[in-house]
């Protein structure tokens, strides 16, 4: 899976090593200021991309390897690698977010592409909530997108992207966004295989930016039919993995109910009111990465179905006792967690009182 849309620290890169021991990569992040070269780059990516295998995702090394070889075809300097390392994803997905319906599409737009100077709009717990002025391009593209169904956000990188599109609200994402951001909001998208696609903005300076319109306007209204060959996903295995931890789900698999327990008795023995305490906690929250883990070798012993164009059919028969041991790594994982806030005297974990406040 690819694990970044820009050259990592083990790359083959040629990057200078920082004072903290971190290899920069600035240097790779340099924008053609010519849309004339900035076209030749999109269009020399797709056409690599449509001869490459898209039955699985492209590696790290992969990418950066096919966008060198762009930029030594066009005779344009290495700078620019973090660029076409974003157009040659995009262009691999691009089919495969075409054939996602746009009711099933999540559009992400940056902040930074309003007008920072009186611009009305205000921030919410979702990010800006945009007042649809005119003054911008953050209104025309969200005007553009929601007439066709999509959903929106404009706030690049927020958390809750990757909550949105495991909880089963959307199949892609599309988004608007500097190098710096694609290179960490996007990282983990790509890394489960999940559809998406990226414009990167023309600059980095998060004040009154500007991107290349015509091409986000192109992502937005992208349509087709599936294409023949599926590239393999593990969104799949992550909607199984935190729908284990669903409260109905969570308390078939149990056996137990944190509400009936609780109204068992004014006064409950110790083990009901450990159990009670122990399933709410269970089900408050987190990244699930330890069920996801156990389901996918799972799944890879069996067949590797889960990570196909219909795994999510597949993952709904596997047997209970599948799901138990992986609800049951991750109860002990979450047994970790308590032991570690009791000793650092946390106040606070997954946004509520620890266990022992």
């Not at 966004?177 to 790509?190: G, H, P, R, Y």
């Not at 399933?279 to 996801?292: C, I, M, N, S, T």
Request: charged content about 25%; hydrophobic content about 35%; glycine content about 8%.
């Amino acid at each position: 899976m690819t694990r970044s849309t820009l050259p990592s620290a083990e790359s083959g890169a040629r990057s200078n090593v920082s004072t903290t021991g971190r290899r920069r990569t600035s240097q790779f992040k340099l924008v053609p200021d010519e849309f004339g070269q900035r076209e030749a780059i999109r269009q020399q990516c797709q056409r690599l991309a449509d001869r490459l295998d898209r039955s699985g995702t492209l590696t790290q090394d992969e990418t950066e390897a096919h966008a060198r070889a762009v930029l030594e075809q066009l005779g344009l300097p290495e700078g620019y690698l973090g660029w076409t390392m974003v157009l040659l994803t995009s262009a691999f997905w691009r089919d495969q977010v075409a054939s996602v319906p746009p009711e099933r599409r999540l559009l992400l737009l940056p902040h930074c592409l309003k007008h920072a100077e009186g611009c009305p709009a205000d921030y919410d717990e979702f990010g800006l909530d945009c007042e649809k002025c005119g003054a911008c391009s953050i209104a025309d593209f969200r005007g553009q997108a929601e007439q066709m169904g999509y959903r929106v956000l404009v706030a690049e990188g927020s958390p809750i992207v990757l909550k949105i599109i495991v909880s089963g609200y959307v199949d892609a994402i599309v988004g608007v966004a500097c190098l710096n951001v694609l290179e960490k909001a996007f990282d983990k998208l790509l890394m489960a295989g999940i559809p998406c696609m990226a414009v990167p903005l023309l600059s980095s300076d998060c004040r009154n930016t500007s991107v290349d319109e015509a091409w986000v306007r192109e992502m937005i209204e992208l349509r087709q039919p599936a294409p023949t060959v599926q590239t393999r996903t593990y969104l799949h295995l992550m909607r199984a993995a935190n729908g284990l931890f669903e409260t109905d789900e969570l308390q078939r698999l149990t056996g137990k109910d944190s509400a009936t327990l609780g109204r068992k008795d004014s006064h409950p023995d110790p083990v009901t009111a450990t159990e009670t305490l122990a399933l709410d906690y269970v089900g408050r929250g987190g990244k699930y990465a330890r069920p996801l883990i156990t389901l996918a070798v799972h799944d890879a012993l069996t067949g590797g179905h889960g990570t196909s164009a219909d795994g999510a059919a597949h993952l709904a028969a596997l047997p209970d006792g599948v799901r138990r041991a992986a609800l049951s790594v991750e109860v002990f994982h979450k047994a970790s967690l308590v032991h570690d806030d009791i000793e650092d005297d946390d106040g606070y974990r997954y946004g509520e009182p620890t266990l022992q406040r």
